[in-house]
Antibody
Framework: QVQVQESGPGLVKPSETLSLSCTVS????????WSWMRQTPGKGLQWIGD???????NYNPSLKSRVSISIDTSKNQISLSLRSVTAADTAVYYC????????????????WGQGTLVTVSS | DIQMTQSPSSLSASVGDRVSITCRAS??????LNWYQQKPGKAPKLLIY???NLQTGVPSRFSGSGSGTDFTLTISSLQPEDSATYYC??????????FGQGTNLEIK
């Protein structure tokens, strides 16, 4: 079955760029959308954005000016970049597969990666 | 953004109890509503998709109902392993997808 695993630095300095990778195993990255979410005690679960296997992206308007998501189908990897981070970006970051139906409003996240904690601090 | 409001924020119930958690959307989302279960230190796990469809492998004591703005997740006979936080999530008006604030379910 498909498994998803996030990886990247656990500590990022303020004003720098947070960069995470998501590796998909046990199945193909193709024909799906892939999402990034984050979770904080204060703001709960927040959807950051997604990308299709062909590279089409959607972003949360609240983060759009700082976020980039990319995909490398040859490596079965999805990447997240979040620029100019502050302490408010400290969170557990999750990658998940979007299962989409018809119409496109029919979709859900499954499976999720285990998550990776990123702390923004000097 | 569509706001999702869950109630209660927390509840405590006994093994064998029937438990219901409510999720209200700030506008009509038809049946584009999913439910997730999250245990401490773990990722959210899909339970119910499009309001009432049980994800493969999820015990049949879990069920979902509702449409429009009001939705309910019901556990028919609570088990010890159901202690977790439960989240609803809308997929109607995106971006962005939005989640409820969570309901923490404790077993007495």
């Amino acid at each position: 079955q498909v498994q998803v695993q996030e990886s990247g630095p656990g500590l990022v300095k303020p004003s720098e760029t947070l960069s995470l990778s998501c590796t998909v195993s046990g199945g193909s990255i193709n024909y799906y959308y892939w999402s990034w979410m984050r979770q904080t005690p204060g703001k709960g679960l927040q959807w950051i954005g997604d990308i299709s296997f062909s590279g089409s992206t959607n972003y949360n308007p609240s983060l759009k000016s700082r976020v980039s998501i990319s995909i490398d189908t040859s490596k079965n990897q999805i990447s997240l970049s979040l620029r100019s981070v502050t302490a408010a970006d400290t969170a557990v970051y999750y990658c998940a597969r979007e299962v989409r139906g018809v119409p496109p409003e029919i979709n859900w996240f499954h499976p999720w990666g285990q998550g990776t904690l990123v702390t923004v601090s000097s | 953004d569509i706001q999702m409001t869950q109630s209660p924020s927390s509840l405590s119930a006994s093994v064998g109890d029937r438990v219901s958690i409510t999720c209200r959307a700030s506008q009509n989302i038809f049946t584009y509503l999913n439910w997730y279960q999250q245990k401490p230190g773990k990722a959210p796990k899909l339970l119910i998709y499009t309001a009432s469809n049980l994800q493969t492998g999820v015990p049949s004591r879990f069920s979902g109902s509702g449409s429009g703005t009001d939705f309910t997740l019901t556990i028919s006979s609570l088990q010890p392993e159901d202690s977790a936080t439960y989240y609803c999530q809308q997929s109607y008006a995106t971006p962005p997808y939005t989640f409820g604030q969570g309901t923490n379910l404790e077993i007495k």
